[in-house]
């Protein structure tokens, strides 16, 4: 398990058969390796995550101060909704799934690529085109009408990128569909000997149910945004009440997705975070059926709750009633997997490196911006929190503490197996206290905020709530700082990082048999699984230390 | 790239990938993929109809009205009248997916012939649902049933009709651009067919073809009744 295996460099998914510029080009940009793809769309996800991430800056630098000085109200409209869209259709729905899910699950579950690979590589085309569309709309003035694009004002009122953001985002959603599907299929059908389906990483259960959303939910968004197009464009009124349409009924349709995009988005970090508790705390999961069927539960109550966005629009109190119920109950499986996590380290053997304290990080923020949104889903408080800082804040802890985290620290956790190098271990510890530290500075004082009454989406602010707003925007640079560390030193590593074993960090899981980077058939027999995921001994540390000072 | 591996014992047919095990492993990835994606297809229409229910709902009679001035406009006679040419089209789609399960099983049983007469058929019958729906919509350009500011509809409320006219030709142009591309797909397979790649032992275009080709058509089944039938009955 210590010993440095050195792989023959053409059992390496990196090596060509091939050498010159133009013949590496074309072997990564015409490649079906499930690998090589989940590292294309590592490249143009965190392309859009830095993107994102600037236009966060805007925002957080025009709210240093009460008025609305640095940028005017329209600019700062575009900012918050070109952050907004950014973050969410070109980060964090394809984020994990398409790097990491792309990259993990045929070798999780003993295939040598996803069932379909040419779709795979279709996919990557498809988001680099619907990017294109993206960055085309922000070039040209952006788009002003927030992520939600409500009706009438985005069909009627708005007069700025709709129509090509639009397009982006319809086209966007082809790719999660078909990498949705693609992993659905791949579960069902490329298991490897003996991979039953209770003796599959809770990774890959995750992604399931994850993959079950995108497919059946994105249709439904690209219907809506087909409609509020042809609203748009031709003047006609499917959702404009002087036409007799009904601007709720655009909420709906719209809520329909992107409610369970949450989780599209929240699901693949759980995924991450049971990896890495397990691994971290050399315990075998507490709970493995209930883990695992809580994702399937997630996906499915996920997608009959959408009606808690609309407590304010009109919407019946009956309806407002029910869908508060099942809000309450959705929070269930998530608990659940809480618990589970926890009685997991409950006597393990906790090892503190860099990806566990990322997992740890996780579980604290994720309770938090879990139990806000229980404030949320009572009908009463949320008349009061509704479009607050409140609501800014919760998702926030969900979306960035909870996936970002997830993310990260799962980028750093399977650094090794995907590069062939270890990042160092040191800095990877500094960054993960620092992007926690800073966090929770930024976005802390914003569930204060909301709660004292500010409204989102606002440019200017009566001075008493500027105390929260500086110390918000103080915490988010620190995060900027949390965010650009790995960026430097796990790009150091490709160079200067030690070689990886096959299995640094002493974990289960098929992945780890092969060796790092993984060769382009992923392994040299297919595997045949006898055992359940998870079967760790806490007396077996087993965790690979670099020597020297790296 | 592509390596083999001599540990994994490899089939000897020109069909198979290299990431699969067996051509049985490989036809059941494929169905279980088109099933999904004619799942997300039932979603894509499912949003529409919701937008139809909850404005035939909203807006009952005129809807009831709307449709039967679709189905039966006035001054027309009976060849022209929207019902007919529905009905017409109807029978001509399904006859089109009984020769489309026809030419299923003909790859299946490797008559090569019949097979690419049979999707041959089924895409002149795909034309002709094609044309008389071009027919339909010209008829109801004339009639100024188009949404938009020709719009006109004096026997209820005009936006609520146009709203159910909108819901029409998007529900029914939506369904075009499918049987558009399922004659792209059709024209894909004939040609192969004819070069008589399709076998026995490996015809899964032919099958996803079907698939597709059928899933079209319950959408006209289900198109049908909610836009040219609600208004008839008295």
């Known amino acids: 398990m210590s010993s440095i295996s050195t792989p023959r460099p053409q059992d390496n998914f990196y090596h060509d058969e091939k050498y010159g510029f133009r013949p590496w080009l074309k072997s990564w940009l015409l490649t079906t390796d499930h690998k090589r793809i989940g590292i294309l769309y590592m490249f143009a996800i965190n392309f859009f995550f830095a993107i994102g991430g600037l236009l966060a800056t805007g925002i957080r630098a025009e709210l240093v101060t009460p008025a609305a000085d640095m940028v005017n109200s329209e600019v700062y409209n575009r900012i918050f909704t070109s952050h907004g869209i950014i973050m969410i259709f070109f980060f964090l729905i394809p984020s994990i799934p398409a790097t990491l899910g792309n990259f993990l699950i045929p070798l999780m579950i003993g295939a040598k690529d996803l069932a379909f690979p040419k779709l795979n590589l279709l996919s990557w085309y498809i ?31 708005a007069n700025t990128g709709v129509i090509p953001m639009g397009i982006a985002i319809f086209i966007a959603g082809f790719s999660s569909i078909l990498t949705g ?27 399931y149910a994850t993959s079950l959303i995108q497919v059946l939910g994105t249709p439904v968004l690209a219907m809506t945004v087909i409609l509020l197009a042809l609203e748009r464009i031709f003047r006609i009124g499917i959702f404009d009440p002087q036409l007799g349409g009904d601007p709720v009924l655009f909420q709906h349709l719209f809520w329909f997705y992107s409610h369970p995009a949450v989780y599209i988005m929240l699901l693949p ?7 890495l508790i397990t691994c971290f705390s050399r315990k075998r999961i507490f709970g493995y059926k209930f883990v695992a069927f809580s994702s399937l539960a997630i996906a499915i109550f996920g997608f009959l709750v959408w009606g808690h966005h609309m407590f304010t629009s009109s919407q019946s109190v009956f309806a407002g009633m029910v869908f508060s119920l099942i809000s309450f109950v959705v929070a269930v499986p998530s608990a659940i997997k809480v618990f589970n996590w926890t009685a997991t380290m409950y006597k393990g053997r906790i090892y503190y490196e860099a990806p566990m304290l990322y997992a740890l990080g996780f579980l604290g923020l994720f309770i938090i911006g879990g139990l806000t949104g229980l404030f949320l889903a009572a009908t009463a408080m949320d008349v009061h929190l509704h479009d607050t800082y409140f609501v800014v804040a919760h998702f926030h802890y969900i979306m960035v503490g909870g996936t970002l985290m997830a993310y990260i620290g799962g980028l750093h956790f399977w650094w090794p197996k995907i590069t062939g190098r270890m990042y160092s271990e040191i800095w990877g510890r500094i960054s993960a206290l620092v992007v926690f530290a800073g966090f929770n500075l930024a976005f802390f004082p914003q569930f204060i905020l909301g709660q004292l009454g500010m409204p989102r989406r606002y440019s200017s602010y009566p001075e008493e709530f500027q105390i929260y707003h500086v110390l918000s925007s103080a915490g988010s640079s620190i995060l900027a700082i949390g965010y650009a560390l790995p960026v430097v030193y796990l790009l150091l590593s490709l160079k200067f990082g030690p070689k990886a074993p096959s299995n640094p960090w002493g974990a289960t899981g098929l992945e780890w048999t092969t060796t790092s980077p993984p060769p382009t058939h992923n392994f040299d027999k297919t595997p045949v699984v006898t055992e359940e995921a998870y079967s760790y001994n806490p007396q077996d540390p087993g965790i690979f230390r670099a020597q020297g000072k790296w | 790239m592509a390596q083999h591996n ?50 035939r709902f909203v807006y009952p009679e005129t809807f009831f009205e709307a449709s039967r001035h679709l189905a039966i406009p006035a001054e027309s006679p009976w060849y022209l009248r929207s019902v007919f040419l529905g009905t ?44 008389i729906k ?25 936006n609520q009709a146009q709203l159910f006219f909108l819901l029409y030709f998007i529900g029914t142009g939506l369904h075009a651009v499918h049987m558009v591309i399922g004659l792209g797909l059709l024209a894909y397979l004939v040609f192969q067919s004819r070069k008589g790649r399709f076998t026995p032992e490996w015809f899964t275009p032919v099958e996803m073809g079907g698939l597709y080709w059928h899933f079209v058509d319950v959408v006209w089944v289900f198109l049908f009744p909610l836009f040219y039938l609600i208004g008839l009955h008295e």
């Open chain 2, 6 to 55: 001599p540990a994994v014992p490899t089939q000897h047919s020109p069909h198979l990938a290299h990431h699969f095990d067996t051509l049985e492993q490989q036809y059941d990835a494929a169905n279980a993929g088109m099933w999904l994606f004619l799942a997300t297809e039932i979603m894509l229409f499912g949003a529409l109809f919701v937008a139809y229910a909850v404005y």
């Open chain 2, 134 to 158: 071009g027919l339909e919509y010209f008829l109801k350009y004339e009639e100024h049933l188009i949404p938009g500011p020709n719009f006109i509809f004096e026997q209820a409320n005009r």
């Open chain 2, 88 to 131: 017409i089209n109807t029978t001509v789609l399904l006859v089109s997916s009984l020769t489309m399960a026809l030419a299923v099983h003909a790859a299946q049983t490797g008559k090569r012939n019949r097979l690419v007469w049979l999707l041959l058929a089924t895409m002149v019958l795909g034309t002709v649902f094609l044309g």
């Open chain 1, 127 to 157: 988001f680099m085109l619907a990017g294109f569309f993206a960055l085309y709309t922000l070039f040209t003035g952006g788009i002003d009408t927030g992520w939600t694009f409500y009706t009438p004002y985005s069909t009627t009122y």
């Open chain 1, 269 to 275: 970090g759980m995924a991450i975070i049971s990896e």
């Open chain 1, 181 to 207: 599907l693609n992993f659905i299929v791949t579960i069902h059908k490329m298991r490897a000997p003996g991979m039953t389906w209770f003796r599959m990483p809770l990774f890959v259960w995750s992604h």
